[in-house]
C-alpha cells in the first residue's frame, strides 16, 4: 500500500507523513526533495510553480510509487498533488495507492507558514496554492483529515481511516 498525503504547503505532510511512516514501520519520502533544483529556486524566489515546472517532479512522484508498487513494498509520500490531473498521474491505475487530504483552514495554514523556519517555500505562495487546488472529488475516495489535531491524532485518523493498526 502507498499513502500520499496531499494538500498546500504548511498543512503538515511532512510531520504527519514521518510520524505516520514510523508508526506503520515503512518507508517514507519526501516529496518536495523529488522537485528539479530550477523548481525550488523559482518557489524560493516566491514565484509560483505551473504546470509545466510541475511535470518533472509528478513524474517524479509516479515513478517512486510505481516502483514500489511493482516491488509490493509499502510507502508513505507527501505531495501537494493540488489538481485532480495530477493525481491521476500519480495514483496511475494501482488499485494500493490511497489519497490523504490534509485540510486546514486559510487562517491555520497561514499562521503555520509564518512559523516555519527553514524551508523554501514563503509564506506568500500559499493563496496561489490555494487558488490552484481542486480538492479531492468523491470518485477520488480519498480520506479527508482537519490538521487542526495533534500529529498523534492525525495518525491515528488515517490509519483507522485506511483500516490499519
Known sequence: ????????????????????????????QEGDALHPQENILKMSDGIPLNDDDRKPW?????????????????????????????????????????????????ELLSRRLVERRDHFMPPDLLESQLELLEEPSADEHAIVVAIDHTPNDLVRAICHGLGLS
Open 1 to 28: 500500500m502507498i499513502i500520499v498525503l496531499m494538500g498546500v504547503s504548511g498543512c503538515g505532510k511532512t510531520t504527519v507523513g514521518t510520524d505516520l511512516a514510523a508508526h506503520l514501520g515503512w518507508e517514507y
Open 58 to 106: 509528478i513524474a517524479g512522484v509516479s515513478d517512486w510509487i510505481d516502483s514500489h508498487c511493482l516491488a509490493n513494498r509499502d510507502g508513505v509520500i507527501s505531495c501537494s498533488a493540488l489538481k485532480k490531473s495530477y493525481r491521476q498521474v500519480i495514483t496511475g491505475n494501482h488499485n494500493d495507492v490511497h489519497l490523504v487530504y490534509l485540510r486546514g483552514t486559510r
